[in-house]
């Protein structure tokens, strides 16, 4: 725009992100002396929504949804004194002039026609508790989106959410009234409380104990579980502990399978129509859709596994001073990233870019930080592989405003995005294992057990796992007992009916594959680590197709014996990281009767011996003692925790992920980290 000159090279205005009720707040909310005494939007300038409200820069209270409530005197006064808690709070309010919540019943609203209110102010609470109580399902108005709710001790409410919601096994994330209430249930120690209490209130992965009466249909075959704290004081509220309510609730997000949540009071009456009982509303908009954030505790510290609400937009400091770049992510578990000056913006989750209304998601929120951060890409970074809708957008995009785009490859941006997070300067290279489920190669092939000799300028791919045969393509990641059976025959092994995968198959079926394998029909190679889990769950008998994302890994993992001592063998070979010996040990375990906890040991023993004897061999050869790992197979604790020492016990410096996730979610920053260096030509 002529008159508007961009000013490059410059940081980005600080936007805050989103917090959970502070202490002061949280007192104030059930003292009955108080004017905001049980008002479930209490906040001060300390706490509150604010990055899901903001519509523009400066983060004012006038450019946020709370412009449409005036402030009564006792709000406004609060609001001009400088020496009051809530000075220039942007999300100000109370019972007399700020946001009020209702109760309605599911039903089809004619548009525009506003449905009936059941109950409001504290009697929709109480209401919205018993109905929870009688195991119903309640869909809430929360911070950056609706969420569906149930009692999370009571299997039928569970199942009935699971089939309304279609999603068959996958974990759901439960909510505690307080850490006491969390600790009944659950292992924690000092690092998760305070994790649970944060101002970004993540749900954090914790073991559960095993006398806990939690319903194990809240995430069938594991001890692992995502747990949270309420965030708002509508939270709170809904809670609060009594003898006739649940101790625990059951939250997901309000939406159908993966489809983006629901936002809006009239999007919720639309799409969640089907999924929810009665609808507890409330008339404080959401401008920005936001997921919860989800972390693990590895090692006294935080190992983020989504990083979202109440750290979104997240920042990372970068080595050098970037020109503006875009990076669009992949497509799993997307975020983009904005590059310029020294920081970098991590997007809040958007989610599995396999649906249209997802993609949609990622290009409002694209223009949205834009717009607030007035920034205009030098270039747009993205995956190498052409059949990601956040590819085609973004090469579509470049072309459209005529700037570079520029590809990086998938397990490259991994490292780069482990690199950038530690802020490595670039000077020298680094030993990248990158465990991956998929992502595309120079070469074409399904990548993902890579050790790659990476900084930010390029790559050089040292070694990897051999590859074996994919039956059917990327689709056999929905079907473990495939690939297991491409491993048998790879192996020249018999098609044993004692082992599970060979059952899944009738004797025509068993031929057709046979023939597929035999003539390399749809079979193309992959090194992925990720796959070589699911297939190896298959044969140990475990799982044979999977409903979500590395399931069959999950349940693998959740049984591992910590004693086990016993190791598979991986030859470290230049050719290709052999597996026929490894995998030849754990069939002949299989059938032998070993029972599956060791075979699980053995296989993750293995994995890590061969990361440490594959990191020795390139440190013989390149002198280099600095290891990165990363990828989404690097969510495995049980590995990380076999692996990490080995690599320290050696003498490796190893580069964990701290701040952006090891899988998809943490893409884009290393895409724009080597978008922009080779856009500089440094
Ligand atoms: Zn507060
Ligand atoms: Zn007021
Ligand atoms: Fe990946």
Known sequence: MAGQKRVAMTDFPAIPPDAAICPDCLRELFDSGNRRYRYPFISCSYCGPRFTILKELPAERSRTVMSSFGLCPGCEREFWDASDRRFQAQALACPACGPQVWLEMAEFASSGVEPEHLAEGETAIKSARAVLAQGKIVAIKAMGGFHLICDAANPRAINELRKRKLRVEKPFELMFPDIEMVEKHFFLDETEKALLSSSARPVVLLRRR?????????????????????????????????????????????????????????????????????????????????????????????????????????????PRAYPPVLACGGELKNTFCMAQGIQAYLSHHIGDMDNYETLRFHEQAVAHYETILGFKPDGIAHDMNENYLATRGAIERAQRENVPAIPVQHHHAHVAACMAEHCLDGSRPVIGVVFDGSGVGEDGVVWGGEFLIADYAGYQRALHLAYFPLVGGEASAKKPARTAMALLHALELDWDERLVPVTQFCPGGRTTLRTQLDKN????????????????????????????????????????????????????????????????????????????????????????????????????????????????????????GKTVPLLRGDGFTVYLHRKVPPNDGGLALGQAAVAGWKLKGW
């Open 521 to 640: 029909i749809n079979t193309p190679p992959t090194s992925s680590v990720g796959r070589l889990f699911d297939a190896v769950s298959a044969l140990a008998g475990v799982r044979q197709q999977v409903n979500y994302d590395a399931q069959a890994a999950i349940e693998f993992e959740a049984l591992v014996d910590p004693a086990e001592n016993g190791t598979y063998v991986f030859n470290v070979e230049q050719a290709g990281i052999q597996w026929k010996t490894a995998i030849t040990a754990l069939v002949m375990d299989v059938l032998n009767g070993v029972p599956v906890p060791s075979i699980s040991a053995r296989f993750h023993n293995g994995l890590a011996q061969m990361v440490l004897d594959a990191c020795r061999q390139l440190r013989r050869t390149t002198n280099i003692a600095e290891v990165v790992l990363t990828g989404g197979v690097w969510q495995n604790m049980t590995l990380l």
């Open 210 to 318: 095993p006398e806990s009466n939690i319903a194990p249909e809240t995430a069938p075959g594991q001890q692992v579980l995502g747990i949270r704290l309420p965030s708002t004081p509508l939270g709170y509220l809904l809670m609060e502990k009594a003898d006739a309510f649940p101790q625990a609730l059951v939250v997901t997000s309000g939406n159908l399978a993966e489809e983006p949540v629901a936002i809006s009071n009239e999007e919720t009456r639309e799409r969640l129509l089907s999924l929810a009982d009665v609808y507890l509303m409330h008339d404080r908009d959401i401008h920005v859709r936001c997921d919860d954030t989800l972390v693990r505790v590895f090692d006294g510290q935080v190992y983020p596994l989504r990083r979202s609400r109440g750290e979104a937009p997240f920042v990372v400091k970068l």
